[in-house]
């Protein structure tokens, strides 16, 4: 009962995050189109490093490490009531930290901008465009917050849904900024599309918090022990979200902002590509499954929080690797349908088709490491995930030094060393908070590996099947074509795919192929979910 329950509240986040990631690609699409990989795209993904950074380090981590586990602890022992006092008290702490962390970057940033893209120091210009980008997002990182915020609570209620439509939201206002501004305010319409996109995405989630009937106030009550709480368990993954989403890219940027131009575009076009299978099935099972996580620690039920989180690394792993073999498989057809088109050149494809390729190596890394976290975290331990993270960041930069001037065949890896550096690091964060986790609340660690293993062989002889039918067809995906007939290129390779990694997963047993058939043929006949609430 506890299985279909965490699949049926997966479906929900997976849809909403299936429409989030096509329009995040139509978004990346879009921007491409408009603006290739040129100095000025460059300019603007170097200076949406600091908005982001200080939305990571100031809401990110909070809400899954601290505020989530803390506000449903209160709901579950029915103290509803001061429950959402400590909730008020840390959105008002939040929304202030925003406000005057903004507005002290907006004044610093020309100083530290030319440390940050130091690539662009021989391009006054480009640098002066990165300047004043930066401020204008710098607004995005509040409007982002409450909207985080707002998400939190709404999941601590098991509401998913207008939570989930937020992004869908944000991208398709940056699409229609791109679209219609762009031809006048150029690269600047952009960075207003992502403001707008963020103020968007709290306005979505008002009409349900309303409903709700929330208990918001203004008090900003610091000394309270639940809001103490949540500082406390908030400061050390603060401190790995800012490391982790500050330092990594900080350093890529500073390394591709020193290589041919366009080179960090393609990185972060790349990325973004990795993060679309990421976004559709990890991270949907991880906030679908992080409330029961938290309830499950809050209540003491080891045994339930044990089955959960086991059944939630097979499942992510039964959807994320054949995700990353198909990805690197057809890694140049994927990028030449979704993105070359109008300024998106052939050059652009094959930078970015060749980062591409070493992200998807670390995709399942990333899959698991976004589960792991939030298990330390439902049971309060902020500290752990943030010792492992800060080593795994340390990893990775020192790998992107190395890596990024690697001679192969003659040339250097350039962007495609920086995306190698980041899976190696991504995958042994991965072994590491396993191993961390496992004698805490004793993972069934040899049913999970045989599990792991049968799904490995059966993406393993998906991928051969994928060569096998380009071999026997002489189907060579040529780039040449139409985009349409590229695409039926792509769907027929797809359908390979998907059907030779079914029948693969069926011949060796794989029990989350029941598991998934079985919630789709209930949806199918309309039988009602079977979600079971954990007693109390």
């Known amino acids: 009962m ?21 329009l995040g690609w139509l978004r990346l699409s879009v921007i491409g189109a408009y603006f290739g990989l040129s100095k000025e795209l460059d300019a603007f993904w170097a200076a949406n490093v600091i908005p982001e950074s200080l939305f990571n380090l100031i809401v990110a981590g ?12 209160y709901l579950a022992k029915e103290r509803e009531s001061e429950g959402w006092h400590v909730a008020s008290s840390v ?20 100083l530290f901008m030319p440390y940050l893209a130091a690539g662009f120091r021989s391009d006054p210009a480009q640098l002066s465009l990165a300047i004043d980008l930066t401020r204008i997002m710098l607004l995005s990182p509040i409007f982002m917050g409450l909207s985080s915020l707002m998400t939190g609570v709404l999941n601590s209620y098991r509401q998913f849904l207008s939570a989930a439509v937020a992004p869908v939201v944000y991208n398709l206002v940056i699409i229609l900024f791109t679209v219609f501004l762009s031809p006048f305010l150029g690269i600047y319409a952009l960075a207003w599309g992502v403001v707008v996109g963020a103020l968007t995405m709290f306005l979505v ?17 610091l000394g309270h022990p639940g809001v103490r709480e949540v500082a406390v368990l908030t400061a050390p993954r603060a401190l790995a979200q800012g490391s982790a989403f500050f330092v990594i890219p900080a350093v890529n940027t500073a390394l591709a902002t020193g290589l041919v131009a366009g080179s960090l575009s393609a990185l972060n076009y790349a990325f973004a590509l990795m993060l679309l299978p990421l976004g559709v099935f990890s991270m949907a099972i991880s906030s679908a499954i992080f ?3 938290s309830h499950f620690a809050a209540l003491g039920q080891t045994t339930r929080l044990r089955a959960a989180l086991a059944q939630a690394i097979r499942l992510i792993l039964f959807l994320t690797l054949p995700s990353a073999i198909a990805m690197m498989v057809l890694r140049r057809p994927i990028v030449h349908l979704l993105f070359q088109y109008r300024e998106f050149s052939d050059f652009a494809r094959e930078l970015t088709a060749a980062a591409f390729l070493f992200y998807a190596i670390g995709l399942a890394g990333h899959a698991l490491v976004q589960i792991l976290t939030r298990a330390f975290y439902a049971a309060k331990d902020t500290r752990t995930p943030l010792v492992t993270t800060l080593v795994s960041i340390g990893a990775n930069v020192a790998l992107a030094f190395v890596l990024v001037g690697w001679v192969v065949d003659g040339e250097p890896l350039g962007i495609a060393g920086l995306a190698l550096a980041n899976s190696f690091a991504t995958l042994a964060e991965a072994a590491v908070l396993i191993a961390l986790l496992q004698p805490r609340i004793h993972l069934p660690m040899f049913s999970v590996a045989f599990a792991v293993l049968r799904q490995l062989s059966a993406a393993l002889v998906m991928g051969i099947s994928i060569f096998g039918y380009i071999h026997l067809t002489n189907f060579t995906l040529q780039l040449e074509i139409s985009k349409i007939g590229l695409a039926l290129q792509l769907l027929s390779a797809f359908v390979v795919a998907g059907a030779s990694y079914l029948a693969a997963c069926w011949l060796l047993r794989v029990g989350e192929l029941r598991l998934v058939l079985d919630f ?17």
């Open 520 to 536: 789709f043929r209930r949806t199918l006949a309309r039988e009602p979910a079977a979600v079971t609430e954990p007693p109390s």
């Open 291 to 293: 409330p029961s996580l």
């Open 91 to 110: 959105i008002n702490a939040m929304l202030l930290l925003l406000v005057t962390a903004s507005g002290v970057l907006w004044l610093a940033a020309p």
């Open 62 to 73: 909070a809400i899954t490490s601290a505020f989530i586990p803390v506000f449903t602890s």
């Open 205 to 221: 989630q008002v009409p349900e918090l309303t409903f709700r009937r929330t208990r918001y106030s203004l008090t900003l009550d």
């Open 2 to 22: 506890m299985r279909q329950g965490i699949v049926g509240a997966t479906a929900i986040m997976m849809t909403t995050f299936v429409a989030s990631r096509f």
